[in-house]
């Protein structure tokens, strides 16, 4: 599209961010919605958990990103945490979804995030858009989550779910925590180690990102992962090469479960996931391997 006005919920976050300064560099104009009073010419008041949005502020608005919610990583998965993290994706989403629904001129695509959680555990085989939903706790939140967008795609506006794999940062996620760790030599394989990540670079995922903004032919569910998902072990390797430290501490699934809780299943999890409607759709990926990636992030 050219110069637009996009708004941009989670704007705080390590995606939303770098997605907001790579807008804003481009020119476009960049509204971020706020869970507080506006203060700012570029800020719309919004509040997930009462389903309120200032649609004032989303007038003249060319498309909506809607990539807020509670991290998935962040805390112990208590069942008080779970659902926060169920009902701010599922309640900020049908928020968002019926606030533009209702504007007499509204955007022409909302793009959603989402999660390669919606899979479920994979194992070994790869899978791609056509998948249907896992099992367990994160398929049925990515069911829901993404089912909440309804209003909008019923009021006949582009709907897209970005479904997005672990995302190679220094600056946070998983592996903010991971470089420091690795970087002290202190890194190693979780658990047995075979088990698939599906990674992505932050560049690449922003670039992704504006990439469905501008492909009209893209909605449904589009997964931002790597071209080569690759194993925890294979993930170790790299990160010990590319940093130049050692990765021989192996961290045992039993202490991980102690630790993380239910969470531990999701990083002991295996999940091989494709992103085949991006790379059909023209996308190429500028760091396609999980060396490439960790060095850009590095």
């Known amino acids: 599209m050219g110069i637009a006005r996009i708004a941009v919920t989670g704007s705080t976050g390590l995606i939303g ?51 807020a919610g509670a991290g998935v990583g962040e805390r112990r998965w208590t069942e008080a945490y779970k659902k926060e993290i169920r009902d701010s994706r599922v309640l900020g989403t049908a928020a968002i979804a019926e606030a533009v629904a209702s504007l007499d001129v509204p955007p022409k695509v909302l793009l959603c995030g989402s999660a390669l959680g919606y899979y479920g555990d994979t194992g070994s085989r790869a899978v791609d858009e056509t998948a249907p939903a896992g099992d367990g706790f994160l398929p049925s939140v990515c069911v829901e989550w993404e089912a909440a967008a309804g209003p909008a795609e019923e009021a006949g506006i582009r709907v897209a779910y970005a479904r997005t794999g672990l995302v190679v940062a220094r600056e946070g996620g998983a592996w903010g925590r991971l470089f420091p760790l690795f970087r002290a030599g202190l890194g190693g394989r979780l658990g047995n180690g075979g088990q698939y990540w599906s990674f992505i670079a932050l560049h690449d995922e922003v670039a992704a990102l504006r990439h469905i903004l501008d492909t009209e032919a893209l909605s449904g569910p589009v997964n931002l992962t790597a071209p080569e998902p690759v194993t925890n072990r294979e993930v170790t390797a790299a990160m010990g090469r590319v940093l130049r430290r050692p990765a021989l501490l192996p961290v045992p699934a039993a202490a991980l479960r102690v ?13 091989r996931v494709l992103p085949a409607r991006l790379l059909d759709s023209g996308f190429r990926f500028a760091f396609p391997t999980i060396d490439t990636a960790i060095a850009a992030a590095a």
Do not use: I, N
């Open 17 to 67: 961010a770098a997605l907001v300064r790579s807008l804003r560099a481009d020119g476009h104009e960049v509204v971020r919605l706020v869970r507080r009073p506006a203060r700012a010419g570029d800020e719309v008041e919004w509040d997930p958990r009462r389903r309120h949005v200032d649609t004032a502020g989303l007038a003249g608005c060319d498309a909506v990103v809607h990539l």
């Open 259 to 271: 630790a993380l809780g239910d969470f531990a299943e999701d990083v002991l999890g295996s999940q």
